[in-house]
C-alpha cells in the first residue's frame, strides 16, 4: 500500500509560508492599492472555498471537493483581476486562457462522474481513499488535519497563487507586447497539448474497461491494453503528459508578468513552482499506485521520462 509523503506534504506547506513572503519583501514588486484590495477579494473567495472543502469533505466522507474547484476557481479569479483593472487587453487574454484551461479540465473531471445535481457527490479521486487507509492516518483526527491543512487550505492558497501573475500584472503601463503573445501561444499550445493528452487516455481507459466488464481478465487482452496502462500517443513519449502540460500551462501564464514590465524573476512566480513540486509529489504516488498493480510499469519508468516527451518506448 502507498505510503502518504508526510515531509513532502510539510515541504509544500513549508514553502507557501516562507518562501512566498520572503520573494515578496526582497524581489518584488510591491502591491499597489488596487492591487491589494483585488488581493482582498480573491482572499474572501479563497477562504470561502477552503471553509466550503473541509466542511464538506468531513461530513460527506468525499474528499474531491477540491478537486471539482480547481478547474473553476481560476476562471474566477482571473475574471475578478481583469474586471479591477477595467478589462485591460493583457488581462482580459490572461482570463480567456485561463478559462480555457478550466473548461477543458472541468469537462475530463466531469466524464469521470465528478459532479452531480447534489453538488456534494460525484466520484472521488482514488487516490484519496488509498491515502486514508494508509498507517500515517490510522487515526481519524490525523485525516481531519491532512483534509483542513493541505486538501482544503493549502490546495485552495496554491491555486489562488498560480493567477498572481495577473494580480502583479493589474495596472501596468506596459502595453500588451511581443512576450505577452510568446506567453498566450505557449500557454494556448499547452493546453492543446493535454487536451489530447487527455483523449488519448480516455479512449484508452474507456476501452480497456469494457473488455474487462465483458468478462476478460487484463492478461487477456490485446495489445496493448493487457499492460494495464497506455503507452500509446503522448504517453509512448513520457508518463505523464497531462502533468507536462500542465506545468507548463502555469510557467507560460507567469510569463505574462514579465510582459507587463514587472521584472524576468518576481514573487508571482511562486504558484507555477509549487504547482511543479505538487505534481512531482502526485506522479510518484500514482506510479507507486502502478507500479503495484502492473508487472510492465517499471520497464515503462526506466525507458520513457516522467515528464518531457524525450522518451519512446517499445
Known amino acids: 500500500m502507498p505510503k502518504m509523503n508526510i515531509p513532502l506534504m510539510g515541504t509544500l506547506i513549508g514553502l507557501s509560508l516562507i518562501v512566498c513572503p520572503l520573494l515578496y519583501i526582497y524581489v518584488g514588486p510591491a502591491l499597489s492599492p488596487l492591487q491589494m484590495e483585488t488581493l482582498r477579494t480573491l482572499l474572501t473567495v479563497c477562504a470561502i472555498s477552503a471553509a466550503y472543502c473541509f466542511i464538506v469533505g468531513e461530513l460527506t466522507g468525499n474528499n474531491s471537493q477540491m478537486d471539482k474547484l480547481w478547474s473553476i476557481l481560476p476562471i474566477i479569479y482571473t475574471w475578478i483581476i481583469a474586471a479591477k483593472g477595467g478589462m485591460e487587453t493583457r488581462l482580459v487574454v490572461m482570463a480567456v486562457l485561463a478559462t480555457l484551461w478550466g473548461v477543458r479540465l472541468t469537462f475530463n473531471f466531469a466524464r469521470k462522474g465528478a459532479y452531480r445535481l447534489k453538488f456534494w457527490e460525484g466520484e472521488e479521486d482514488y487516490r484519496w481513499a488509498i491515502l486514508r487507509s494508509g498507517s500515517a492516518f490510522s487515526k481519524r483526527w490525523t485525516w481531519m488535519l491532512f483534509n483542513l491543512l493541505f486538501i482544503s487550505v493549502y490546495q485552495n492558497a496554491l491555486v489562488l497563487m498560480t493567477t498572481f501573475p495577473a494580480l502583479v500584472s493589474l495596472g501596468s503601463a506596459v502595453p500588451f507586447g511581443p512576450v505577452d503573445t510568446l506567453a498566450a501561444v505557449l500557454m494556448a499550445g ?25 468478462g476478460k481478465k487484463l492478461e487477456e487482452l490485446p495489445e496493448p491494453y493487457n499492460k494495464g496502462f497506455n503507452t500509446r500517443g503522448l504517453w509512448n513519449r513520457s508518463r505523464h503528459p497531462n502533468y507536462f502540460a500542465e506545468q507548463g500551462s502555469w510557467i507560460s501564464f507567469y510569463i505574462f508578468s514579465v510582459g507587463a514590465g514587472i521584472g524576468l524573476f518576481n514573487w508571482s512566480v511562486i504558484g507555477a513552482l509549487l ?22 510499469y517499471a520497464r515503462y519508468c526506466a525507458s520513457v521520462p516522467r515528464f518531457f516527451p524525450f522518451g519512446k518506448y517499445n
Open 190 to 214: 499547452f493546453i492543446l497539448y493535454e487536451t489530447i493528452a487527455d483523449e488519448q487516455q480516455w479512449a484508452f481507459q474507456t476501452s480497456k474497461w469494457a473488455q474487462i466488464n465483458a
Open 275 to 296: 504547482l511543479v513540486v505538487l505534481f512531482l509529489g502526485s506522479s510518484a504516488l500514482g506510479e507507486q499506485i502502478s507500479g503495484s498493480k502492473y508487472p510492465e
